[in-house]
């Protein structure tokens, strides 16, 4: 397996470079966390990986081939920062559509529903849940299958602390499996629970790394502080 | 059709079970605009069977294209469209799956709008009812189709419900309603030729006025269905996988 292998990425929208010219490698079988600040890029670059963003030049290999190649459709889930769920339909109704589009049984959408902790509420009209469960609604379909490289953005913001620890416990034996995935971020404690991480900061890679080595090398105890010390080391 | 179009055509049909306002509209405007027209014209009857015969398909025209093209918008606008192009569906299966959950509404639709014509409301047509019902809903589906690609073209809902007037009424005044075609200025009759609704309506309106069936006939339904077709496959192409 070789994750995702991101070189001299250009991104342009609306005449404003976003990705002047990225290069990073996302390691597979580990959770990498995508941290910066809201407009840094994250969303962005996610959309790139899953092939959904018109790119202006570079490259971006998802497990060895183009991303958006239709090979890389079954292997690759992808959740947006918004639910994207169909809001008139039951959570149920919902994950049962995606499994047909996906081709898989229908005994996955049980097994997403617990995942997610949604049991009491799998068959509730989605635009009846609170925002947290609808993320959840929308965070399963991506559990649906087994992907390979699951591409998170926000997927944990808003909820419950426990749950969200059970979230990362679930991301992280996905990992376990040979998974790949990026989750993005910014709130800083989560980055505590990521294998590696990704520091963004307008549309330029800041620093990567594990936690614990980024904590090392700026002398901080906080990865909030390792964050600023980076930022004013680059300025 | 593959299992994904299929998949897609039940849970746009689910979602519309779970708006019945919606589905109440789409039966019932048709209806009651036709009932209106029986009482304008209520001591011209000959008017009504003239004009009531055509507007069981032009009715249904309209409000197709409305709804869908304000769906599929929704559908654009909420994400769900780009978690779509993720995943391993071919474009043209979701067409194809509005189109037929469309479809199956604009069967119900024309129907009723039909029956209750013929019945309740006393509408006499020269041809076969059974071909004013089956063209009826045809010209509900080349709404539909028209509504799905025009939504590419929308930003926002509020665009999509303008195209209305924009696309679709200058068809309807050109299609032959109001002026017959040969006594309309040259130039209007020749942009009313690349109207798709004008072979629709005329179609419509050979069949309740009894007038021939012959190749011109059969140049309105090849036309209706091309067009239908057309739409839906320009609809599919301006999906797109990557956007800005």
Redesign the interface.
């Known amino acids: 397996m070789s994750g995702i292998e991101i070189r001299d990425l250009r991104v342009v929208r609306g005449g404003q470079v976003v990705l002047p010219g990225l290069s990073v490698t996302v390691e597979p079988a580990r959770v990498t966390g995508l941290l910066g600040p809201s407009g840094s890029g994250k969303t962005t670059l996610m959309r790139a990986i899953v092939g959904v963003q018109i790119v202006a030049g570079g490259e971006v290999l998802v497990l060895g081939e183009p991303a958006g190649s239709p090979s890389l459709r079954r292997r690759v889930a992808y959740i947006t920062q918004a639910p994207s769920v169909y809001a008139d339909l039951t959570v149920r109704e919902n994950l049962h559509y995606f499994t047909r589009i996906l081709g898989l049984a229908r005994d996955r959408v049980d097994a997403a529903v617990d995942t997610v902790a949604l049991e009491k509420e799998a068959d509730a009209v989605v635009n009846r849940l609170s925002g947290g469960e609808r993320a959840r609604a929308s965070l399963a379909t991506a559990l649906l299958g087994e992907p390979e490289v699951l591409v998170l953005d926000e997927p944990t913001v808003g909820l419950d602390p426990l749950l969200r620890r059970d979230l990362w416990n679930t991301f992280h034996g996905l990992a376990g499996q040979g998974a790949t995935l990026l989750v993005s971020s910014h709130v800083m404690e989560e980055a505590e629970r990521c294998d590696e991480l990704i520091l963004l900061r307008e549309g330029g890679i800041l620093a990567t790394g594990t936690p614990a080595a980024l904590k090392e090398r700026t002398g901080a105890h906080e990865l909030d502080d390792a964050f600023l010390r980076l930022i004013e080391a680059g300025a | 059709m593959t299992?994904?179009a299929v998949?897609?055509a039940?849970?746009v049909l689910?979602?519309l079970r779970?708006?019945p306002r919606t589905v109440a509209l789409i039966v019932l405007v048709p209806c009651l605009l036709v009932t209106l027209l029986r009482y304008l014209f209520d001591r011209q009857p000959a008017v009504f069977d003239r004009v009531g015969g055509t507007m069981l398909g032009i009715f249904p025209f309209l409000t197709m294209f409305v709804v869908t093209s304000v769906t599929m918008l929704r559908e654009r606008v909420?994400?769900?469209l780009?978690?779509?192009?993720?995943?391993?569906?071919r474009k043209l299966d979701i067409l194809v799956g509005y189109a037929v959950a469309f479809g199956v509404m604009a069967v119900l639709q024309s129907t009723a709008v039909s029956l209750l014509a013929f019945s309740a409301l006393d509408l006499h047509v020269q041809g076969s009812r059974g071909a004013v019902i089956a063209l009826a809903v045809g010209n509900a589906t080349l709404g539909m189709a028209l509504g799905l690609f025009a939504s590419a073209f929308a930003r926002t809902e509020f665009q999509a419900v303008q195209f209305m007037p924009a696309i679709v009424l200058p068809q309807v005044l050109l299609s032959g309603l109001f002026v017959p075609r040969d006594q309309m200025a040259h130039w209007l009759r020749v942009i009313s030729d690349v109207f798709p609704l004008t072979y629709a309506y005329d179609a419509l309106s050979r069949v309740t006025e009894g007038r021939g069936l012959g190749g011109r006939f059969a140049l309105d339904l090849c036309v209706t269905i091309g067009a239908t077709l057309l739409a839906l496959l320009l609809g599919a192409a301006t999906l797109r996988?990557?956007?800005?």
Do not use: F, H, W
């Open positions: 299992a994904a998949a897609t039940v849970r689910t979602q779970r708006d909420t994400g769900t780009e978690r779509l192009m993720t995943m391993p569906l996988r990557r956007t800005a």
